[in-house]
């Protein structure tokens, strides 16, 4: 709110109040909170009992003259992330305990722990270009700062009035009398851990920090628990939490835009092999590995083409991730000269890797990723995959799913034994003869007995096997899919052996057609 007033001190004269912006992210959280509702307001607004939580009809029913204002998200993440660069100039531990509100960890900076008045001032100087008005509170602990940062006694502040107005405190160090007028509330705001029973403080006239300060810890302790008495040592600064401290995402990406227009793969792979040896060296020093690589390619006629590389594991040699890239752009068509490129490579810690005593791993995972692009290159896209067997009793029945390019060899094992039914069957009896299947299933002329409820082969007229049927085993009915119009299917199977011996597998599907299955050998 300080921010929308800082450039308009005719508005900030009269009563002002903040309510939240209609596209704002978090206000589509709930049906409740679309309503806009006031966020903020100004000394003048607060006079006329305009409080936070009201609609916007209910404060200009208390004050006909307030004036509503309202800040976009985008705002909002612009000033936040000015101030994080702003915090990161003046030491590099930090905390960005909420929106608007840091701690900075002050015991890496000599000058400003022997004069903190004076280091307070020259933060608050450094601060002006941002032109955003800001409060510096200094104390033992990061909780008692956030108390003091709420004590105007007790803080720096920088205001903006057409030009910058500082303010220093009236003492450089941290005295719990400045804030022991405070409610007990603010210590449930300063800390998550912390949520006090106030209704029974104020049964017992506890009211202010200052009276919460006052009573035994040990009494304090055993009638309100653990939370009590870490609120007793935050007061006396006994208490010291660590900081999560902020860090800016790491990212290794590099682009470029070509001089002359490339039309030959020799001088793009040259291009790509240098920025990535600059990315792997950035990686290496970060003690990181890329797990994956994100490729983008401008074209001279405006297009882009870009593609997401996943490797087997993660590496930073440069060598191995250029000879992936050579195989993958081996088989695209450029539609026009290459005019820049850009890199990213997603970092990954050095993983370590279970060893297995009874199944056998992948030699080189890379060669194998590179072996697989090969075959991909030459039968195309989608065309290459892992077999999966389908929840269903119709008989080969399978779906085909990429390769996982990630997966240990061990669950590439496991998937090659699941699909292994996909070629081979055991004929339903004690028999242990593995089925070979024709695919597609072949159509045949089949001499059979109608009587009964499904008809029995008698002999086989046409095909590559030929014959009167000496044995039979059947029939073996199955269907699915009964109650879908479209995916139901039905039909009957036969085990054989004809009079060449050559045991097979037919099948009958309604009305009149057979197909010969397989053959168990």
Partial sequence: MAILLRDNPTLASGPVALINSASDPASSSSSSSKKPVILAVNHAAAQC????GLSPTQALARCSNLNL???????ERLHQSALREYLASLGPDFEETAPGVFILDLLSLPHAVQFPGEWAEQALRKATPLRLPLDIALARTPDLSLLAGQSPALRHTLRFNSGPIFSGAQHDTFAICHISSHPVSFLNDISTGISLEQDLLSLWGIETLGQLANLPRQGLAERLGPEARMAHDILHGKHHRLLKLHRPPEKFSLSQDLEYPLEKLEPLLFALHRGLRTLCSRLQSSQRAASSINITLKFDDG???????????????????IRLIQTHLGTIHAPAPVTGW??????????EKQRHLFQRALKDPRRFLDTIGRINALLGPGRLGTPFL??????DSFQVKGVPYRDNHAALKGQ?????????????DSTSLPLSRFRPSLTIHVASDPEGRFPKPLALLNGPHCGPVTTSHGPFPLSGHWWDPQERWQQVEWDIQLASNALLRLAYHPPDRWVLEGIYQ
């Fill in 49 to 52: 009992r305009v409080t936070q």
């Fill in 69 to 75: 204002i309202s800040s976009t998200p985008v705002d």
């Fill in 303 to 321: 297009d882009l083409y870009v593609h997401h590389l996943d490797l087997p594991e993660p590496t930073c040699r440069s060598s191995l991730i």
């Fill in 342 to 351: 850009s890199l990213q490579l997603a970092p990954a810690s050095h993983g």
């Fill in 390 to 395: 389908l929840d269903t009793h119709r008989p």
């Fill in 416 to 428: 090659k034994e699941r699909s292994s039914p996909l070629n081979c069957n055991l004929i339903p």
